[in-house]
């Protein structure tokens, strides 16, 4: 079955209305849908209108809580902590961000620490709010446990993203990245085709390299053993232990400092996700004259591309690029969506009443 | 030949010797020293005695500036842009974070950018410096571009290693990663046995994978291209663009905030290396309370410790222990020096007049 493509503003009615009729207040839902949208015209699928299904679930199980009242544990003038109270992830993504900046707008730097949270989208959505307010952003999750840690054979970290953007001319610099190899959803579509996945992203319950995608993703599944690696692959000779220690970063800015669940409890207690995040939003500025520390970027990044490509390769990416130049042309060529998550929409809008709403 | 153990405080003392006789005051000899003991304590060789030829040469040279005097750009409560105007890069890196701990101690935060500096030793010294006095530090520099981005086959990036450390009982943690797959002495390891690379570390002039260490290496020394790989290795199967995005991340925190040189440029200028550092220094205090922060860490490291081992493997470390542990070791037994390195030290003794200091 093929792609539909999707008008990209009769998605975004679609979503507004389902996510209305779950409960959430215009403002909320319009939000809601931004950070959905946002990863389907940056090519990013995984987390796109595909998730909506996941959300369903979440929200009409009652894990996440539609009526949350997000909590302030703790302020100072350049940071906080907050208790999400099980609040939808994107929700509290945004409001967190505007609080970092709020912050760095009047001290040079603002930093929010969250727990007890859902799943939020793509990390580098909030990056990306700040940059185009002017600030220096970045932005961490920590997610369910998928990451095996070295020499481990037992999942004790979450994909764990890392995600980081600055202003930049002509395209903004955003690095996004989980800091496993690949994400689940790369195990889940080479499962749909051969099933064989590269040497060096998966082990097996045993511990051992695994190229055989159906047998890891049950595993992870069943939560028998085995499970993805961090970036750098198995043990030390290609430094897997990086990977490990950037997802380690991550848990740090985001369970711990919040005081909340690490990775290794995410969906463990029952009824609650329990994800923590981590923003903050800095104005390069308190360091030198902004424009020029702008420009300084957007040359180095001008000389990245310029310089000699590999044989045989044409381009060389500077990141946020491709997402840069994707989201153009998805808003005008209309959203790609897999006819089994249209069919998920459509069973959503049944259940919501925002059937009449899905463009066809 | 075999290596010799020499004794750590007779080392101490010949190393102080040296840098005395450079011209550095006695405070200032104990500080290099210290910084370059502590690699050499911590079983990383490469950044211990046996960069002191390098120091030597740079010195002599005239590349780091004895008498520098480090000046303040910009300041405000929570940051500071410095100007190392050529100084020893371990003096910088000691002041650098000792503001920045200043300014975290009044504030919750201190950042400070550097540029114009030299090397300066291990990134993880000055983290742990702000963990011992407990706040959570990050430290970062560029370095001579010997990484390729994905899709090049000319060096554009350093190294460019990122360190992080946060109190925890009984061992800190402590993450100081180059952000390419290996160091470029790891390549020199390997030309010196039989030359053979494992694939996905390294590059040749064309852009294709190599794993000839002596061509890789010889490309580098001559500039004729090629390099080492970013963590990930080559292209996209294995997100080699996510190192390449790490080392991007410290790029931006070290030459953009500092208006410095990038990675390109470093060791362009004749008779300067440019070289720019970034400090951070964090009371985590700000978010929650201090020792259940810190417990929730510990916590969570004896679990990764604890958790299941893959088979083979007998055990799981956490970042910053093998270090820790060695520490203690090497302290006890002495630090075992290759004899090209003894070598090089007694020339350089020889040079100074240290010589008599030199232990046996």
Redesign the interface.
């Known amino acids: 079955m093929e792609y539909r493509r999707l008008d990209y503003e009769c998605v975004k009615e679609f979503c507004h209305k389902v996510y209305e009729d779950y409960g959430f207040t215009p403002e909320q839902s319009r939000k809601i849908t931004d950070v959905l949208l946002a990863a389907d015209l940056s090519g990013i699928e995984s987390h796109g209108v595909q998730r909506m299904v996941r959300y369903h679930k979440e929200i009409t199980e009652g894990l996440v809580k539609v009526d949350a009242a997000i909590r302030t544990?703790?302020e100072?003038?350049?940071?906080a902590?907050l208790d999400a109270n099980d609040a939808m992830g994107q929700l509290v993504g945004i409001r967190a961000m505007e609080l970092a900046m709020e912050k760095a707008r009047k001290?040079?730097?603002g930093?929010v620490?969250v727990r007890d949270s859902n799943h939020f989208g793509i990390a580098g959505y909030y990056t990306q709010m700040a940059a185009r307010e002017g600030f220096?952003g970045i932005c961490m999750t920590n997610t369910e446990a998928i990451m095996?840690?070295?020499?481990?054979?037992?999942a004790?970290l979450g994909t764990n993203p890392i995600a980081?953007s600055?202003p930049a001319d002509p395209v903004p610099?955003t690095?996004d990245?989980a800091?496993t190899?690949?994400p689940r959803g790369k195990l889940e579509v080479y499962a749909k085709r051969d099933g064989v996945i590269?040497e060096?992203?998966a082990?097996d319950e045993?511990?051992?390299p695994s190229t055989d995608a159906s047998r890891v993703l049950g595993n992870i599944i069943g939560k028998t053993?085995g499970g993805i690696l961090p970036?750098?692959?198995a043990g030390e000779?290609?430094?897997g232990?990086?990977?490990?220690?950037?997802a380690?970063?991550c848990?740090?800015f985001t369970?711990?400092?919040?005081?909340g669940t690490?990775s290794?409890y995410i969906y463990k207690t029952k009824g609650r996700a329990n994800i923590c995040h981590f923003f903050m939003a800095l104005d390069?500025g308190?360091?030198?004259?902004k424009e020029?520390?702008e420009k300084?970027?957007s040359v180095?990044l001008q000389?990245?591309r310029d310089?000699?490509?590999?044989?045989?390769?044409q381009?060389?990416?500077?990141?946020g690029e491709k997402e840069f130049y994707a989201a153009k042309r998805i808003a005008r060529e209309g959203i790609p969506v897999n006819p089994k998550t249209y069919e998920e929409m459509r069973q959503i809008g049944e259940f919501t009443g925002a059937l009449p709403y899905l463009p066809l």
């Open positions: 544990v703790k100072t003038p350049i940071c902590t001290t040079g730097i930093m620490a220096v095996v840690p070295t020499f481990g054979r037992q004790m980081f600055m610099f690095f990245a800091t190899v690949v590269p060096g992203w082990l045993t511990g051992n053993g970036l750098g692959g000779d290609s430094s232990y990086k990977g490990y220690g950037f380690m970063l848990e740090i369970s711990v400092f919040s005081d690490t290794n390069h308190i360091f030198g004259d020029t520390l300084k970027l180095f000389e990245l310089s000699q490509k590999a044989e045989g390769c381009r060389i990416y500077t990141h």
